[in-house]
């Protein structure tokens, strides 16, 4: 993977989901962060890194500790690539990939792997199955990502099939040992992958001593700390369908993490028809919401929660969604329905866009 080492440009943040800008000025130094990009988990990433403390704890200024800071970007991403070649269920040589194949024997994964799979099984149980990580067998007949003009729907006898074998319930887990009790039944963890490598990019970054940084992938963003002591960061909200140009309003955020899940962020048209990619597990189509998007907000190191949570209110549809999510100890969300209004939980701190 290249990836290329620059300073923050706010022009090419706005052809990326989120948009970052500053609060309230741009601190006492004004020193612009040091900033990654590159191409993992299907979408393209940053790493910006404002503020690091260096041996002896002085807090400084990412641009005076420049080597350090391409050096803790550059293991973060490492690690992000690390992991995605473990949870893949694309990649052939993963640890899905392979107990997707082994028709109900017994597989050795890694610890990272076993935890994965773990923690989507009980967001599986939390939505009573409405989220389920075996809904392999039925992603994998749809292709979201065909050119235009050459998309296809997937035959109704063959969905209907594999959501018979859809059930989180078949996976059985011994330690680092995994199978699925079902033989044709297939795991997909993107619904929660995302947001869980994200926290583990996290740790890694403030174990070299980051204090002040945003991690963006695509969608899933977390802040450490604050862009200096007195001004949080700034996250926009986009705009549903507006080809990441607009923004409905902004969230002020501190060692905070935001999701937004949408059924416009993959999605194919056959014969004049739109299928997005956020599917029901007990038909293997396109879920029916009245929502075009959900974002949650919860601390620092709980995105993989709130990813799997997002798509579980997408699912539900608005009124389900916001009565889900207020039971949900610290989370707060901003929902845009299909008729264009925006519903937001008691807790969340919108500024609206005008």
């Known amino acids: 993977m290249k990836r290329v080492l620059k300073k923050l440009n706010i ?45 002896q704890g002085e807090v400084k200024d990412a641009a005076d500790m420049s080597e350090e800071a391409e050096a803790a970007i550059s293991e973060a991403f490492d690690l992000c690539s690390e992991l995605e070649s473990k949870i893949s269920r694309t990649r052939k040589d993963s640890d899905i990939s392979r107990l997707n194949s082994a028709r109900g024997e017994w597989v050795d994964v890694s610890e990272d792997t076993r935890e994965l799979i773990q923690k989507g099984m009980e967001y599986s149980h939390l939505s009573d199955g409405g989220f389920d990580i075996t809904v392999g067998g039925v992603t994998e007949q749809w292709d979201f990502h065909a050119a235009e003009g050459e998309a296809r729907i997937p035959d109704a006898e063959a969905l209907a099939e594999a959501v018979t074998h859809i059930n989180y319930r078949n996976i059985a887990i011994e330690g680092n040992r995994v199978k699925l ?98 599917l029901d597990t007990e038909t293997g189509w396109p879920v029916n919401t009245d929502l075009d998007a959900v974002t949650l907000i919860a601390d620092k190191g709980h995105s993989a929660d709130i990813d799997a949570l997002s798509t579980i ?42």
């Not at 800008?21 to 020193?31: D, F, L």
């Not at 955020?253 to 935001?258: G, S």
């Not at 389900?320 to 939980?345: A, H, W, Y």
Request: proline share 2%.
């Open 313 to 354: 209110c997408l699912i539900k549809g608005a009124d389900e969604g916001m009565e889900f999510i207020e039971k949900q100890d610290g989370v707060e969300g901003v929902f845009v329905l299909s008729n264009g209004d925006i519903r937001t939980t008691e807790g969340a701190e919108l500024e609206v866009v005008k």
């Open 11 to 55: 022009l090419m943040l706005i052809a990326m989901l989120t948009i970052l800008a500053g609060c309230s000025g741009t601190g006492a130094s004004g020193a612009e962060p040091v900033m990654e990009d590159g191409y993992y988990l299907d979408t393209v990433c940053s790493i910006s890194i404002y503020r690091m403390a260096d041996a």
């Open 181 to 278: 009790t079902d033989p044709e039944t297939k795991l997909d963890l993107g619904g929660i992958a995302k947001g869980w490598i994200g926290d583990r990019m996290t740790e890694l970054l403030e174990s070299k001593g980051v204090i002040s940084a945003v991690i963006n992938l695509g969608g899933n963003v977390i802040c450490v700390g604050g862009k200096t002591d007195e001004d949080d960061f700034v996250i926009g909200v986009e705009t549903p369908f507006s080809d990441r140009k607009e923004i409905i309003g902004k969230i002020a955020a501190r060692d905070k993490t935001l999701v937004t899940s949408g059924v416009y962020e993959r999605q194919i048209e056959v014969d004049g028809k739109r299928y997005h990619h956020i």
